[in-house]
């Protein structure tokens, strides 16, 4: 497992190799993904081809990806939890391929201290998560879990959003 201070020192060398147009790019899209290249360009006094361009390579790197957000409470799906689960050894494997078929599972991390995962978990009501968590199938797999209601989001995507991010 690699530690804190070794992924610190990566990222921050990946985000200081960055251009500064790269970042000033990676900063408008962040705040607002369908900001038009030629308004970043224009805001920022940078040729719009050269902006083009940089979209481009860093979408075929990998670095910009282009997802929806959507806001599950206006569709109806009031309750959102963050559980962290702890699996026998032996049943990991099937406790992953388990979350990852289920449907109510936005996000899914391996993470590291007691627990193996780390869960965000999207459901209608409480009903719906509460016979989610006391499935068989779930609970046969799970050793140990804590749940946390989520009551609010304080801030969303905010991450290389500023300027001082890049520092």
């Keep these: 497992m690699l530690s804190k201070d070794y992924i610190y020192y990566i990222l921050h060398k990946i985000i200081m190799e960055l251009s500064n147009k790269e970042k000033i790019l990676i900063m408008n899209l962040r705040k607002n993904g369908r900001e038009k ?9 940078l040729p719009i081809a050269t902006l083009a361009k940089l979209l481009i390579k ?5 670095i910009l990806k282009h997802k929806t957000k959507v806001s599950f409470d206006k569709l109806g799906f009031q309750v959102k939890m963050l559980i962290a689960l702890k699996a026998q050894d032996y ?6 391929n388990y979350l990852l078929k289920n ?3 936005n996000n899914m991390y391996i993470i590291n201290s007691d627990y193996d995962f780390c ?3 999207i459901f209608k009501n409480h ?3 509460k016979d989610f968590l006391e499935n068989s199938d779930f609970t046969n797999l799970v050793l140990k ?3 946390y209601d989520v009551i609010e989001v304080i801030n969303d995507e905010k991450f290389l959003t500023d300027r001082d991010h890049f520092i």
């Design 37 to 45: 290249i030629k308004s970043i360009a224009e805001k920022n006094n």
């Design 58 to 62: 860093m979408e075929k790197q990998g």
């Design 91 to 96: 049943l990991r494997q099937k406790l992953q």
């Design 103 to 105: 449907p109510n599972i």
């Design 119 to 121: 869960i965000e978990a």
């Design 127 to 129: 009903k719906d998560a």
């Design 145 to 147: 879990k804590n749940v």
